[in-house]
C-alpha cells in the first residue's frame, strides 16, 4: 500500500486530494499543526479515513519527525498563506510559510528518506507581469504579490534540490482552480457566495473590485489529478496546469447572476478598497506538456464550474433559513 503525506489537507486542493489518494487506495496522512485552530468542514466526510501527524512549515524539527511517523512514498505539500491580497498584509508570514516552507520540507525529506517523491504547489501568480502570452513552463517569472515572490522561491529551491541531490521532486505551476470548497475570501467564491444571499434575500448588494481581471480558471477536482500523475512520471518534472481559456471577473459575475435569473448591474458595486496595489491583468496558461507527457485533461467548463459553486451556496443558504 502506497502512503502519502500531504500538508494543507484542510484545504480546498488537500480535501479533492486526499480523496482521490484514498479512492486509489493509499494510506493518507495529513499534517497539523498542533496551535492551529482548524476547519474541517472540507474533510468531515472522510476524517475517519486518515491519519493526522503533528508538524509545521516552519520548524523543520517537527517536520522530520511527520515525515519519520507517516514514512510516506509521495509528499504533497499544498499548504501555503495563499490568500494573495493578504499578502500585502503579512508579507513576511507569507515569506515564511509559502516560501522557506517549502525548503524545510525538501530538508526533512532528504534528511529522513530522500528516495520518496515530492510536489510542490507552485501558482500561475509567479508570471505576475506576463512576459508572453499564453504563460508555459519556459515563461521567465514576474511576480506582483510577496505571495508569488514567496512562491517563486518555492518553485526554484524545488528545482534546485531536484538537481543537487538528484530528489525526486517536482512542481506544478497550477492556474487558477476553484470549487464549492474555495474560501470565502477569493473573488469567485465570493462573487457565487454574494449572488446566492442575494437570490436567499440575505443581501443587497455585491462589492467587487477589478473586474476586468482576467484569469485561467478550472476546477480544483480536476487539478489534483494532476498533481498525482505528476509524482507517477518515470522522471521528475514541471508542468503547468491551466484549462487555457481566460475570463474576467465580469464574465464570472455574469454567469452567476444569470444562472438565478438575477441581473448583474443592479447588484454588483465596484468597490476601490478591493484593487490590489500592483494587480496582475492577465494570466492564460498553455499546459500542452501536462496533455502530452502526463494525459492530463480538464473536464469540467468554466461555466459548468461557476454553476455549480452557486448552486452549492444557493442550498446552504436555503437550509440555514
Known amino acids: 500500500m502506497k502512503r502519502a503525506l500531504i500538508t494543507g489537507i484542510t484545504g480546498q486542493d488537500g480535501s479533492y486530494l486526499a480523496e482521490l489518494l484514498l479512492e486509489k487506495g493509499y494510506k493518507v496522512y495529513g499534517l497539523k499543526r498542533r496551535t492551529a485552530t482548524q476547519n474541517y468542514e472540507n474533510i468531515k466526510h472522510i476524517l475517519n479515513e486518515f491519519e493526522f501527524v503533528s508538524g509545521d512549515l516552519s520548524d523543520l524539527a517537527s517536520l522530520i519527525q511527520a515525515v519519520k511517523l507517516a514514512r510516506?512514498?509521495?509528499v504533497y505539500n499544498?499548504?501555503?498563506q495563499s490568500f494573495v491580497a493578504d499578502s500585502w498584509i503579512q508579507p513576511i508570514y507569507t515569506g515564511e510559510i509559502t516560501g522557506l516552507g517549502?525548503?524545510?520540507m525538501l530538508e526533512a525529506i532528504r534528511q529522513v528518506n530522500p528516495d520518496l517523491r515530492f510536489y510542490q504547489a507552485s501558482s500561475s501568480e509567479m508570471f505576475g507581469k506576463v512576459i508572453e502570452t499564453p504563460q508555459k513552463e519556459t515563461t521567465p517569472f514576474y511576480p506582483r504579490?510577496?505571495?508569488?515572490v514567496a512562491k517563486v522561491f518555492g518553485h526554484w529551491i524545488t528545482v534546485n534540490y531536484r538537481e543537487s541531490f538528484n530528489m525526486y521532486a517536482c512542481s506544478g505551476i497550477l492556474f487558477n482552480h476553484e470549487s464549492p470548497r474555495r474560501g470565502i475570501q477569493f473573488v469567485t467564491r465570493k462573487v457565487t457566495d454574494g449572488v446566492a444571499k442575494i437570490k436567499c434575500g440575505l443581501?443587497?448588494?455585491?462589492?467587487l473590485g477589478n473586474l476586468d481581471a482576467k484569469r485561467d480558471w478550472g476546477f480544483a477536482g480536476d487539478y489534483v489529478k494532476a498533481m498525482w500523475l505528476m509524482l507517477q512520471n518515470d522522471h521528475p518534472d514541471d508542468f503547468v496546469i491551466a484549462t487555457g481559456e481566460t475570463n474576467t471577473v465580469r464574465r464570472l459575475v455574469e454567469i452567476a447572476f444569470d444562472?438565478?435569473?438575477?441581473?448583474?448591474?443592479d447588484y454588483v458595486r465596484q468597490d476601490p478598497d478591493f484593487l490590489r496595489p500592483a494587480e496582475v491583468d492577465l494570466l492564460l496558461g498553455d499546459s500542452k506538456k501536462a496533455r502530452e507527457k502526463l494525459g492530463w485533461t480538464p473536464k469540467v467548463s468554466f461555466?459548468?464550474?461557476?454553476?455549480?459553486?452557486?448552486?452549492h451556496d444557493v442550498q446552504k443558504y436555503?437550509?440555514?433559513k
Not at 444562472?259 to 448591474?265: A, D, M, S
Not at 461555466?303 to 448552486?311: F, Y
Open 203 to 207: 443581501q443587497k448588494e455585491l462589492r
Open 102 to 104: 517549502v525548503v524545510n
Open 318 to 320: 436555503r437550509e440555514i
Open 145 to 148: 504579490s510577496p505571495y508569488g
Open 78 to 80: 499544498l499548504a501555503a
Open 259 to 265: 444562472h438565478v435569473g438575477l441581473n448583474w448591474e
Open 72 to 74: 510516506p512514498n509521495e
Open 303 to 311: 461555466e459548468d464550474l461557476i454553476k455549480m459553486m452557486v448552486d
